[in-house]
């Protein structure tokens, strides 16, 4: 087979998101964690999917949005995680394909089936993710495409695939296979990954020298260093990466790179109805443009365009054409 | 089981759309029916869904949307129809009940696999639907909740369910039980009906009696009655049906009943994004006034307002609050 090589690949959760409005009583009466994600059990989602209203449903997946909006900026992306045999499995990987993007994993027998994330969006147009992994979570080493690694300018790592055993030994390996092609590997933390038993591993990691760019945002950066002034916790992770990108929400987001720190402002948004994929879609903006030539600042303004995009509508992939959005 | 006496129950496809947008030269290039609505083989609905872009899923079905939209009026509504034991089966059965919309209709084996709807949006807002039927096309007249039906104040038949035989049964089966309890049975035709081989079909179905309302846009009833002028369709259906309701996009709706012809205007759209379900959601809130009591002009007028909100965003389910935008 030949095929131009990647400017970007992702290994992430593979799943279609499941999305219907509600008030913030229905947030506070469940206990859910508002602006946040959990994991839940097959018979949990059950139960709150009773209770949700009706929803329509886009393909999702953090890493896996963010690779929607590298292709739609005109880059060549790839994904790889793993989908069950079933029709969510089947609207996953059309979208996807439908993108350009290559994604080529085999869907694996279900049960599991392919996993689903049920978002509740309140009128303050926060998201509160409730995330049924299923098959997503059972990616192993044995599913990556090598070749497409060596390939990719860069590897990108999703948080939320990191805390499963399995699919954290994929990710390891990944960023193996691709710095030894002498590529680059970016990693973006989620919340769960930063706090409790699993924050020494992920810091293990980023010591270990498998971020070469890391994402996050405020809060993950704070759990994580545990310092509380957002100053000490750059400077605590500056000298474990070479490239630190941190998204603010409405104030903005910065980099740090090679010893300076550049800010841009959110771009202007004219009505937020939904902030599920902010953050996906600014890692998208800023990889790009990365992948470009662009310098720190215009990677940043990039990033900032394709998240003022996304929180615009309702799902985490990009509506507009974010060629006319964003010249690269 | 104790249950409140529905206000309306319908009988039509259970289908999940799968919407995305194009532009019209993808429509012209596959010979696409623009604006109008055909069959596909399930070989031909994965050719054309491989082509499309990336989608969003939305539960649809003509009669179900209408139905709805009888719930979020606040009325008490019910539907009929034939999902398959799968992934859209359950989507579609969570949104109708979500709704609040009584569905108890058992899920068949697959396959088929629950009907879907593949619709492309072109940039002047228009539909064009490719329907694989599915399993929604299996219905038979023992899937009928007999009691239901007597129940309900109005019976609510949905063209598109006409072709196939064992649903056509059903549906002359249900009309039956309707009128021998005393109830009314409305039809709302579908362009495929009027033309060709099925018009005379449809026309012994109207002169036997068995549609109380009967509703229709221009080009079905011109189909149907084979008259060019507007004035000489209603005059040729006028005797054969109590109360006809033609809708005519923008150019608004009229119904003529008891020998008299009421019109209203289209209700105003800041922008029209997605007309798919602006016909469903006007039987929708024509039938709720109607049930509540209101004059034909007032049952016209909640039709037109709740057809302006159907077409403001994609997917042919309502998003709005429409109790607070119909006072009924």
Same mark, same amino acid.
């Given at each position: 087979?030949?095929s131009?090589?990647?400017?970007v690949?992702?290994?992430?959760?593979?799943?279609?998101?499941?999305?219907a *409005? #509600?008030d913030?009583?229905?947030?506070?009466?469940?206990?859910?964690?508002?602006?946040g994600?959990?994991?839940? *059990?097959?018979?949990?989602?059950?139960?709150l999917?009773?209770?949700?209203?009706?929803?329509?449903?886009i393909s999702?997946?953090?890493a896996?949005n963010s690779?929607?909006?590298?292709a739609?900026?005109?880059l060549?992306?790839?994904?790889?995680?793993?989908v069950a045999?079933?029709q969510?499995?089947?609207i996953f990987?059309?979208?996807?394909?439908?993108?350009?993007?290559?994604?080529?994993?085999p +869907?694996?027998?279900?049960?599991p089936?392919?996993?689903? /994330?049920?978002?509740l969006? *309140?009128p303050?147009a926060?998201?509160?993710?409730?995330?049924?992994?299923?098959?997503s979570?059972?990616l192993? +080493?044995?599913?990556?495409?090598?070749e497409?690694?060596?390939g990719?300018?860069?590897?990108f790592l999703?948080?939320?695939?990191?805390?499963p055993?399995?699919?954290?030994?994929a990710m390891?390996?990944?960023?193996?296979?691709?710095?030894?092609?002498g590529r680059t590997?970016?990693f973006?933390?989620?919340?769960?990954? /930063?706090?409790g038993?699993?924050r020494?591993g992920?810091?293990?990691m980023?010591?270990?020298?498998?971020?070469?760019?890391?994402f996050?945002?405020?809060?993950e950066?704070r759990?994580?260093?545990? #310092?509380g002034?957002?100053?000490d916790?750059?400077?605590a992770?500056?000298?474990?990466?070479?490239?630190?990108?941190?998204?603010?929400?409405a104030?903005?987001?910065?980099?740090?790179?090679?010893?300076?720190?550049v800010?841009?402002?959110?771009?202007?948004?004219?009505r937020v109805?939904d902030? *599920?994929?902010?953050g996906?879609?600014?890692a998208?903006?800023?990889?790009a443009?990365? /992948?470009?030539g662009r310098?720190?600042?215009? /990677?940043?303004e990039?990033?900032?365009? #394709?998240?003022?995009?996304?929180?615009?509508h309702?799902?985490?992939r +990009?509506?507009?054409d974010?060629?006319?959005?964003?010249?690269?």
């Amino acid at each position: 087979m030949t095929s131009s090589a990647l400017d970007v690949v992702a290994i992430g959760d593979a799943i279609v998101d499941v999305i219907a *409005t #509600c008030d913030d009583s229905f947030i506070a009466a469940r206990g859910l964690p508002k602006g946040g994600m959990q994991l839940l *059990t097959t018979g949990q989602a059950d139960d709150l999917y009773a209770a949700m209203g009706p929803a329509r449903e886009i393909s999702g997946g953090s890493a896996a949005n963010s690779m929607a909006g590298i292709a739609a900026l005109g880059l060549n992306a790839g994904f790889i995680g793993q989908v069950a045999d079933d029709q969510l499995g089947e609207i996953f990987a059309h979208d996807m394909t439908a993108l350009g993007v290559r994604f080529e994993t085999p +869907p694996m027998a279900s049960p599991p089936p392919t996993g689903r /994330c049920l978002i509740l969006v *309140t009128p303050d147009a926060q998201r509160t993710m409730n995330t049924s992994p299923g098959a997503s979570h059972e990616l192993t +080493p044995a599913a990556l495409d090598e070749e497409m690694i060596r390939g990719a300018s860069v590897t990108f790592l999703e948080g939320y695939l990191w805390g499963p055993e399995r699919p954290r030994a994929a990710m390891l390996k990944a960023a193996e296979i691709a710095h030894a092609a002498g590529r680059t590997v970016a990693f973006t933390l989620s919340e769960s990954l /930063c706090i409790g038993d699993r924050r020494a591993g992920v810091m293990s990691m980023i010591d270990g020298g498998t971020a070469d760019i890391l994402f996050g945002n405020e809060d993950e950066i704070r759990h994580l260093t545990g #310092c509380g002034e957002l100053s000490d916790c750059i400077a605590a992770l500056t000298p474990k990466v070479r490239t630190l990108v941190l998204t603010r929400g409405a104030a903005g987001a910065l980099a740090a790179e090679a010893g300076s720190t550049v800010e841009v402002a959110a771009a202007p948004v004219e009505r937020v109805v939904d902030t *599920t994929g902010a953050g996906d879609l600014f890692a998208a903006g800023f990889l790009a443009a990365r /992948c470009r030539g662009r310098d720190l600042a215009g /990677c940043l303004e990039a990033g900032a365009a #394709c998240a003022a995009e996304v929180i615009s509508h309702f799902g985490a992939r +990009p509506e507009a054409d974010l060629r006319a959005l964003v010249r690269l």
